[in-house]
């Protein structure tokens, strides 16, 4: 089995920052605003592996940290403190320790983004075909015809109609926009794919069919993935082990099926008991 | 039985700790059981004697409250599932154990073959020869031919039943944990069954199985765990004093 990522004691603290911040935040004090100085302690001490084709859950509510979390891994976000090593191939990246280029060429060519907002993850000034090819052109894929039929490939993989491609990503509706975010982030066929609540918002069948193209993906490719959701369906249907967030900290962590039938911190057990 | 046993169960016990309702729920305690390659372990006992959890607790759906849990991989080593590291367990649900459950857990709207094929699939066979040998199984479990293509969601109890005995054999465990393999079947298929178990047992699958009916013990049982429901924790208490 090989590693993808380790992840190791990463924080991120906005604000000023102060020696109570970890002492008097988290689930015990029922806040992540320290009440000394008032910053926000959005994540502290998330430590995690990641292994070669599988999917890990990161699940919390709104606020708990989950999103902070994968944010830093994609350089959206600075950590205030911690590691993150990414092994790629024979290569091994300190990924806080690089530079922006070199973090840029990274998030650009090994790594995959999707945002549960579109707005984020494409340029909507553009076509969703000049998205993919956006992507590839960083990657230096520069032949007309080369970025053409891949964008093509692209796109039909993830059920988008190729003869839509011209068209901008707002004529699209919700669902068909997470699929065009998907082909671009798999554009350049990268081994770590992050997926911020991605199915949050959308219809249930729309939800369920892209549930569906990223296992296939999953199982196609050996894609690493890490996925945050608040949806215990979601967890359920895709990740092999999960994370359980709660101001700021991991409370829980294990194979997913356990934390769901075997939940041992209280939240969890609230959490679990209260789905639908 | 000069032969070693593929998993040893010592002492095991499996509490729940309720926060919300501030209780302690005893469900297994203190069970010691073996299992071998080639035979059955029946697990026996009356409702709520923890047969389930002793199970789920092997799988790791359960995290052990105590005792051990030693499974002998292909490779030799001997391991303690009650506390292996998470990525272990998910290699070994892959390769080596399988679960069969009471109830199927699938998506409505994947077909039959497709459900059966996927643990085939998990180990990285292709597509079309995973659900060929997915048919063989359905075959070999009587389910008519012309439900392969459909979800079993609307299907009955007894026929969701073979689909979900069918997933968890179609990978050629090494040990397989069956919870009441044939609760819901009639007759006709409930012997289909015995003899796909008698076949399972010569080819040197290790099976631990919850039953109900004392026949069937009797029929393929090679050897019998009886559990006992643990006392209540007031029980307990009330003995202590």
């Known amino acids: 089995m090989d ?14 920052g102060c020696p109570s911040c970890f002492e008097l935040t988290g689930p015990e004090f029922n806040t992540n605003i320290c009440p000394v100085c008032g910053s926000v302690v959005a994540a502290h001490d998330v430590s995690f592996d990641l ?6 859950g990161i699940m919390g509510e709104s606020g708990s940290g989950k999103s902070t979390a994968v944010k830093c891994l994609y350089f959206d976000q600075a950590p205030s403190s911690g590691r993150a090593v990414f092994f790629d191939e024979s290569k091994q990246h300190d ?9 840029r060429n990274l998030a650009n060519h090994r790594f995959g983004m999707v945002y549960q907002n579109p707005h984020l993850g494409l340029n909507f000034d553009i076509s969703a075909g000049g998205n993919i090819a956006e992507r590839l052109l960083m990657y230096g894929v520069s032949n007309y015809a080369d970025i053409r039929s891949r964008a093509t490939g692209l796109l039909s993989r993830t059920e988008v109609l ?8 707002k004529n699209f509706s919700g669902g068909m926009q997470q699929r065009v975010q998907i082909a671009k982030a798999l ?25 569906d193209l990223i296992l296939e993906i999953q199982q196609e490719r050996d894609t690493a993935m890490i996925v945050v959701t608040h949806d215990l369906g979601v967890i359920r249907l895709l990740a092999g082990r999960t994370l359980v967030m709660k101001y700021g900290r991991v409370i829980e962590s294990g194979l997913t099926d356990q934390i769901l039938e075997d939940p041992q911190h209280a939240y969890t057990q609230r959490l679990v008991s209260s789905a639908l | 039985m000069n032969e070693s046993p593929i998993l040893r169960v010592e002492a095991y016990s499996k509490h729940f700790d309720l926060h919300e309702q501030g209780k302690m729920i005893p469900s297994s305690s203190n069970v010691n059981l073996n299992v071998y390659s080639g035979r059955l372990t029946a697990l ?5 004697a923890g047969k389930s959890t002793v199970l789920k607790g092997i799988y790791r759906t359960y995290l052990p409250s105590s005792g051990r849990l030693l499974y ?22 892959r390769t080596e154990i399988s679960f069969v459950t009471q109830f199927l857990h699938i998506l409505p709207r994947q077909s039959t073959e497709d459900v059966v094929a996927q643990p085939l699939l998990k180990k990285g066979m292709d597509k079309f020869q995973a659900r060929d040998i997915a048919r063989d199984m359905l075959a070999a479990l009587n389910l008519p031919e012309t439900l392969w293509g459909i979800s079993p969601a609307t299907f009955s109890g007894g026929e969701k039943q073979r689909v979900n005995l069918a ?3 179609v990978s050629r465990p090494r040990l397989l944990l069956l919870d009441e393999p044939t609760a819901s079947l009639d007759p006709k298929t409930t012997e289909r069954v015995i003899k796909l178990i008698e076949n399972l047992k010569h080819e040197g699958i290790a099976m631990l199985s919850i039953f109900h009916q004392p026949e069937l013990v009797e029929r393929i049982a090679d050897d019998v765990v009886e559990l006992e429901p643990p006392l209540a924790l007031e029980k307990i208490l009330e003995e202590i004093i």
């Open chain 1, 162 to 169: 190729p003869e839509r491609m011209d068209e901008l990503p």
């Open chain 1, 95 to 103: 990924l806080f320790d690089l530079n922006a280029a070199q973090q």
């Open chain 1, 187 to 211: 554009a350049t066929n990268p081994p770590l794919l992050f997926l911020d609540e991605v199915t949050t918002g959308l219809d249930l069948s729309v939800q369920a069919a892209i549930l």
């Open chain 2, 72 to 93: 002998r991989m292909e490779n030799g080593y001997e391991i303690d599932l009650a506390n292996a590291d998470e990525h272990r367990i998910l290699e070994l649900r």
């Open chain 1, 51 to 56: 292994y070669k084709g599988e999917i890990l």
């Open chain 2, 167 to 169: 997933r968890g054999l």
């Open chain 2, 44 to 48: 026996i006992g009356q409702t709520g």
């Open chain 1, 3 to 16: 590693k993808v990522l380790e992840v190791d004691r990463l924080s991120k603290v906005y604000g000023p």
